[in-house]
Every structure is written in structure tokens, then in C-alpha cells.
């Protein structure tokens, strides 16, 4: 039988919590950020690495996150080195049961355990008890003193600074991150999300696209169809916007390849389709081209957001408090059903008026 620690959490029989641990004094830290989840949580977490930056003007900020993210920071200004971990691997005992997974996560691991970093900031909410197992057990393996993180319904009760948190409580994503960057004494007033892409990526998504009409990018996503706007729906709207005299731009991953794919067939066509052509950061890019974008909710929706492109978005409404775009309301138009409705129920008509009331102008030409 397993004995618990006082904690109750096997990690602190390794990691005991001491909440009086302090970062050095006389030098800069040598600060590690780990956000190893999805696409748009790396982007809402922008807005706390800017305040740990103006913190730590001269310190070692570097993060970990996953290899589909990995490119997203990679020349952001806050950040000096991004590192890849594969969690889906280290997350599975059949895999790690494997010596050459466990080999290749331990290369991941050893460039940073051997910066030796004062302290880490998990930016990650610990949405499961297992969840909160995998995270410290990472967490242990990259041998770093300080531990700094969200401790999310108790599941997570190794951190020796703690943000005791509920998912009910309904804060925004980015404060909670900015709650956490106060914790290691950085200012947590609310600013905006922040993306860096290069000259050369703006001008090489600037050659993919026609000049002559104005764009507007359709982010469908890849989701739980229980949770996403209709794919159907999507191509609905880029039809009327097409004949509105817009050209289409579909973004996303592969699986958003076949969206509009009929009417994306040579240079004059109405439609232009770049999903699973594009990194995430020539995709904000591109975003920050855009008259407007009609996105689901997912990461991508962040990344406009972040360049400041008109938004007009569906969503749930359990995560329209915590997921809702991060950008002044009025270049966004945020449509949800009501408490337990589906994001079905959304009809095309009513993102077609959001559309019109964020762009200003007023239907069939009235």
C-alpha cells in the first residue's frame, strides 16, 4: 500500500513544498516557463512572460512546451530558447515502456536540466488527478529548486508557490497567468497578447496571397464536433463572403484541407486554401493581413486575436469566461447559446450579423 505524504501527493515525497524558498540574490535568474498544452493557451500566456520580462529585465527566461508549439515564441523578444517535450509520450506507460521513447525524451530533458535553472513557472491548469501526477512527475525530472504553479482543484499540491485555483471560478485564462507571473514578483496588470513574426515570413506569406481584394481567413479548427460550429457552416459563410467581394484564406491544420477545396482551384479563384501549408507563425502572418477572420474556438483564434485582427468567433458558453479572445471588444464579435446549448444551434444567419455589425456595413448592400 502506498503511504502518502502529509501533501497527500506521492511528487512530494520528492519535492516537498517550501513555500520560503527565494530566487538568488546578486545575479539574474535563470527562469523556466512550462506551458506544455495547446496552441491558444501558449498564446494567452504571452501577456505573463511580457511581465516576467519587465520583471527580469537581464534574467535567463526560456520555455517548455510542446513540438507543435515549439516555432510559436521561438524569436519572440521576451524569450531566449524554447524547448520541445513530446508529453503524449511521457504521459503513456506502454510508451515509455519503449528504451528508444524513453531515450528521445531524455535527450528533450538534457539541455534543460544542464542550464540549472533557479526556478520554474508552470503555466498549465491540472485539468485531472493523473494529469497532475504527469505534470510533477516532469516536473521532478527537470531537476529545477523552486517550483512556482497552479495547484487547480488540489491536484496538484507540490508547488512551493502556490495559485490555489477552481475551473468554476470563472477568471480569464490570462489573468490566472498573470496571478501565477505575480508569484514570482512580476506586475500582474492585464496587457495584450503579444506574437513576434519575422520580415521574411511576412513576406513570404505576402507572395501566397492575391492583391487585389480584400482577405477575410476562415479558422474552422479541429475539434470535438460536439463543441465545434458546424464545418458546413463555415463554407455557408465563406460563400457570402465571397459574394460579398471578399477572398477567402482557409487556416488551420490538414484535417481543414477539404474546406472550400472546390473553389480553391487556380490563381482567380475565389479561395484560397493554406491549411496544413503554413507554421503557426507565417499563419499569424497572414492573419495580421486580414480585413476580419470567423473562427471556432481554437488556437488559431488566439493568434488573431494576438495580431489584432477583427474577430467574430462561436463558442461554448462554459468557456466564453475563461477562453473568450484577449483583445479590445470592439474589433470582436464573441456568439455563444445559452447554458447548456449546443454551439449548433448558432445558425449562420446570426455570424453573418455579427459579421456585418463588425465590419460596418449593413446587408445585401442596404
Known sequence: MLILPPSGHPISLLHRPNPIKTLPSGRPP??????????????????????????????????LTTPRCEGLLAVHPAIRRVFPFDIT???????????????????????????????????????????????GALLLWLDVPLWVGRNTEGRAPYFDRELRERLGEGRHEVRVKLRLAALLNADPAPRPLDLAVTDNEREAVRTKLPEHKPHVALLPGKQDPSRAWPRASFEAIGMLLIQEGYHVLVLGGDAEAG?????????????????????LRESAAVLSRCHLAVA??????????????PLVTVMEQAYRNRFHPWMDDARCRC????????????????????????????????
Open 30 to 63: 535563470r527562469l523556466l516557463l512550462v506551458q506544455i498544452a495547446g496552441i491558444g493557451d501558449l498564446v494567452l500566456a504571452t501577456p505573463a512572460i511580457h511581465a516576467l520580462r519587465e520583471r527580469y529585465p537581464e534574467a535567463t527566461i526560456d520555455l
Open 89 to 135: 509520450s511521457f504521459r503513456n506507460p506502454v510508451r515509455l515502456a519503449d528504451p528508444a521513447i524513453l531515450a528521445r525524451l531524455r535527450q528533450q530533458v538534457e539541455p534543460v536540466r544542464a542550464m540549472r535553472y533557479d526556478a520554474l513557472l508552470s503555466l498549465n491548469n491540472v485539468a485531472s488527478t493523473r494529469g497532475g501526477f504527469t505534470l
Open 259 to 279: 474546406v472550400l477545396r472546390d473553389h480553391d482551384r487556380d490563381e482567380d479563384a475565389p479561395v484560397t486554401n493554406l491549411a496544413g501549408r503554413l507554421s
Open 296 to 309: 471556432a474556438d481554437t488556437g488559431p483564434m488566439h493568434i488573431a486575436a494576438a495580431m489584432g485582427t
Open 335 to 366: 456568439l455563444s447559446p445559452g447554458p447548456g446549448r449546443s454551439v449548433h444551434e448558432i445558425t449562420v444567419e446570426q455570424v453573418w450579423d455579427a459579421v456585418h455589425d463588425l465590419t460596418g456595413k449593413r446587408k445585401n448592400g442596404e
